[in-house]
């Protein structure tokens, strides 16, 4: 079946510090992946994606590469921000398939 | 293009009660999930619609359900409301093809709390 893990939670950082989220997944066929940024009070947004093997997604400083061989999606950022703070969701859709799976989020906080 | 809107935004019910939820989606997309967060819980998914027909469902009981229109637009119905029912409710949609290359956009959820 389909799957996303997610690294453990809660995340504290101090600001300017390097930021790494584990994803890995399972999955069957070829999936696009995905991370979703949630903020408080907010819904999802889509932050950045990758629809195939050895694709970078990227977007405001993020970046993640779509890792077949060890079936993984890592998000970072190298230098994070008082405003990065925020809830952080993986995400696969398989290519045959048409529902999403989530992880179960990491909570980022950033202080100054 | 307008994003994908929820309404109301907040609602507060007894147990027992029932309630609608109303989602609109970007426009041109066929497809709306639904979503329940609880910080429990962290994100399930309800169901999918797709060109007015269940497309995917999740694990929930019955007392959860939903249709959408002809438009697309979409409502989410919860009966007999249960304490554990308070939870954030999100609906996302997207254009409806297979596979990744139709993104999902979320609205900003219908926070409900039951009393």
């Known amino acids: 079946g389909n799957s996303v893990t997610q690294m453990e939670g809660p995340v504290t950082l101090s600001e300017e510090a390097f930021l790494t989220i584990n994803c890995t997944y399972t999955?069957?066929?070829?999936?696009?992946l995905f991370w979703y940024v949630q903020y408080p009070g907010e819904g999802l947004q889509l932050l950045l994606k990758?629809?195939?093997?050895?694709d970078k997604g990227s977007n405001k400083g993020f970046e993640a590469t779509y890792r077949k061989e060890t079936t993984s999606f890592h998000l970072e950022k190298g230098s994070v921000q008082v405003s990065d703070s925020a809830v952080y969701f993986c995400?696969?859709?398989?290519?045959?398939?048409?529902?999403?799976?989530f992880g179960t989020g990491t909570s980022l906080t950033v202080i100054p | 293009k307008a994003g994908v809107t929820q309404t109301p935004r907040y609602l507060i019910k007894t147990r027992g009660q029932q309630v609608t939820l109303s989602c609109s989606p970007i426009?041109?997309?066929?497809?709306v999930s639904w979503y329940q967060q609880t910080p429990g819980q962290g994100l399930q998914f309800l169901f999918e619609?797709?060109?007015?027909?269940?497309?995917n469902k999740g694990n929930f009981p019955g007392r959860f359900s939903g249709r959408q229109f002809s438009n697309s637009r979409s409502e989410m119905n919860v009966s007999t409301l249960e304490l554990g029912d308070s939870a954030l409710y999100l609906c996302?949609?997207?254009?409806?093809?297979?596979?990744?290359?139709?993104?999902?956009?979320f609205g900003p959820g219908t926070r409900l709390l039951v009393l």
């Open positions: 995400a696969l859709i398989a290519n045959t398939g048409n529902q999403f799976y």
């Open positions: 990758a629809t195939k093997a050895d």
């Open positions: 426009s041109g997309h066929r497809s």
């Open positions: 999955a069957t066929g070829y999936p696009s």
């Open positions: 619609y797709f060109s007015e027909t269940q497309r």
């Open positions: 996302a949609s997207r254009p409806g093809e297979r596979g990744g290359l139709g993104t999902q956009y």
